[in-house]
């Protein structure tokens, strides 16, 4: 058995569907896992924050434009005007969702992950039944039912062991050469929808591969392997052509837009080698994380966006207490904040976090609890391994610096957007 993963920019269109077509065209006893097309995602967030406002309209409005995307795509792969009976009924129980929920605010992880998981339900529908149109006989797997998960929202972890017969139970009941199924969505004990965190579909794939016992997985991008940068920023990227597991999990946390964080543990837990590959052109041989591999001789820079840097002193210069730390992160998670990077001193505690929603809630707690906070936002993490003396005198120094920590290694700057 493989893996195969494939993004939502490798799926946005027609075309992208045929090239996945291309790609699994002579294998057998695969894999697929499949994310939601092109920005179906952020619409589908669009839809959840119409029902925060209570405008149904406005989600209406975007369910409306989103059918109209995903029929277009349909109506270019078979050639002309088609319906999709089971795509159809997705989309009316997503505008029963928008009509007729009663939204409360202490729900609403539970209906973001309820409306979002319709972006992975439609995208595997349509490429199943159009691989089977098209003659590749495949099988549809509903990973609502088979990956179990904790009961957390948004960002859910999956009980591998749990998952195990569910999973091979769901493949023996229907036997095909193909399996295509979603990332990003399980199912909670109570029997309801979660995600796994933005780009979850990667760990989704390494659970399936843990679970299969597959010989490799592969995951499909529109670039020709993992980059030492975001060649959007840093025009000279260079490809690497190998990264032990190890690596991949610290440049993961450190923001970097190779796997998701998550992935690499089911993977390495049964030494299954994971391929970064070129979705344009099958091939390239990309870029294999294994558990070993050569070193990597180039520095590698991770810009992670979208941060606030939250600066915390105890109103009676006892900071260095451990009882304070503890009082602090039981707080960010009773608000499921996450920390990138933390930096202290005597009576001082830095933390650089994602821009979320409970942010604000989380330092109203924190100052109830005795602490003065300050919040700084439009800040981004840069993390540099393998920095060199250019490379720290340019992104090191200056005035939109906030913190700057450093190993032998590894430099990471926390600095005004």
Not at 82 to 99: C, H, Q, S, Y
Not at 138 to 144: C, E, S, T, V, Y
Not at 254 to 270: C, D, V
Request: charged content about 25%; proline content about 4%.
């Amino acid at each position: 058995m493989k893996v195969y993963k494939f993004g939502g920019a490798s799926v946005r269109n027609a075309e992208g569907v045929r090239n996945l077509r291309k790609i699994i065209d002579d294998e057998r006893n695969l894999f697929i896992v499949v994310s939601a097309m092109g920005k179906t995602t952020n619409a589908l967030e669009r839809v959840f924050g119409g029902l925060q406002r209570g405008d149904r309209a406005a989600s209406l409005a975007t369910i409306g434009e989103l059918r109209e995307y995903h029929a277009a795509i349909v109506g270019e792969l078979w050639h002309g005007p088609k319906r999709l009976d089971r795509v159809e009924a997705l989309f009316g129980e997503l505008e029963t969702i928008a009509n007729e929920t009663v939204y409360r605010p202490e729900d609403a992880e539970l209906w973001y992950d309820a409306i979002v998981s319709y972006g992975e339900l439609v995208s595997t529908t349509i490429i199943s039944e159009y691989l089977n149109y098209a003659g590749v006989t495949n099988a549809w797997i509903d990973m609502r039912r088979c990956l179990l998960t904790e009961q957390r929202h948004k960002d859910a972890g999956v009980d591998i062991e749990a998952s195990a017969p569910r999973l091979r139970a769901a493949l023996e009941a229907r036997p095909a050469p193909v399996y295509v199924g979603q990332g990003f969505i399980g199912g909670a004990p109570d029997g309801t929808t979660t995600t796994l965190g933005r780009e979850g579909s990667d760990y989704s794939a390494a659970v399936a591969a843990h679970i299969l016992d597959a010989e490799s997985m592969s995951v499909w991008k529109d670039v020709d392997g993992v980059l030492n940068a975001d060649p959007k920023i840093f025009p000279d990227a260079e490809q690497i052509a190998e990264l032990n597991y190890l690596d991949t999990i610290e440049l993961a946390y450190s923001g970097a837009q190779i796997i998701h964080p998550k992935t690499i543990k089911p993977l390495q837990n049964k030494n299954i080698p994971l391929y970064v590959r070129p979705f344009g052109d099958k091939r390239k041989p990309g870029t294999v994380i294994r558990g070993m591999s050569a070193p990597v001789q180039v520095p590698i820079l991770i810009l992670k966006k979208d941060q606030v840097l939250l600066t915390i002193r105890s109103r009676d210069f006892s900071f260095v207490l451990e009882e304070k730390f503890a009082t602090i992160f039981a707080l960010l998670e009773r608000f499921r904040i996450k920390t990138n990077l933390i930096h202290n001193s005597a009576v001082n505690l830095s933390l650089c976090i994602d821009r979320t929603w409970h942010i604000d809630e989380a330092v109203v707690a924190l100052r109830d609890a005795g602490f003065d906070v300050m919040k700084a936002e439009q800040m981004e993490l840069l993390t540099i391994r393998g920095y060199t003396e250019a490379l720290w005198n340019k992104y090191a120094r200056g005035p939109r610096i906030f913190v700057c920590q450093s190993t032998q290694a590894t430099v990471r700057i926390v600095r005004k957007a």
